[in-house]
């Protein structure tokens, strides 16, 4: 069973805000089942976006995993990305970490 997007959201702040990061969210989505957005910011002023895996990507059934969309580019470019997904779906949700490195904060697949 796959854990609702704002119970998934909340633990990962807190998981962020314990190992002495920074978390936010910058949009708020559908609380059952809104597709999640991250938004890593680094500190050169560059960022990383992560977006939902396509479901073929995930191994096991309910897993919610990320695939790294765009990787250490302007803050521009990553908010054209997201005015297109939000078009697509307004219940998407945003998250901001500023964190070195992701790590196992979230799941990714393998490239």
């Given at each position: 069973?796959?854990?609702?997007?704002?119970?998934f959201i909340a633990a990962l702040?807190?998981?962020?805000?314990?190992?002495?990061?920074?978390?936010?969210?910058?949009?708020?989505?559908?609380?059952?089942?809104?597709?999640?957005?991250?938004?890593?910011?680094?500190?050169?002023?560059?960022?990383?976006?992560?977006?939902?895996?396509?479901?073929?990507?995930?191994?096991?059934?309910?897993?919610?995993?990320?695939?790294?969309?765009?990787?250490?580019?302007?803050?521009?470019?990553?908010?054209?990305?997201?005015?297109?997904?939000?078009?697509?779906?307004?219940?998407?949700?945003?998250?901001?970490?500023?964190?070195?490195?992701?790590g196992d904060l979230i799941p990714?697949?393998?490239?």
């Amino acid at each position: 069973m796959r854990l609702k997007s704002e119970i998934f959201i909340a633990a990962l702040t807190r998981r962020v805000f314990g190992q002495g990061g920074f978390a936010a969210i910058e949009h708020r989505g559908a609380d059952e089942a809104g597709a999640i957005f991250i938004r890593q910011r680094h500190r050169d002023g560059r960022e990383t976006l992560y977006a939902p895996a396509p479901q073929m990507m995930v191994e096991e059934a309910g897993e919610r995993r990320f695939e790294k969309r765009l990787d250490r580019v302007e803050p521009a470019v990553i908010e054209d990305a997201l005015a297109r997904e939000r078009r697509f779906d307004s219940d998407l949700w945003l998250v901001e970490l500023e964190v070195d490195e992701i790590g196992d904060l979230i799941p990714l697949t393998a490239d």
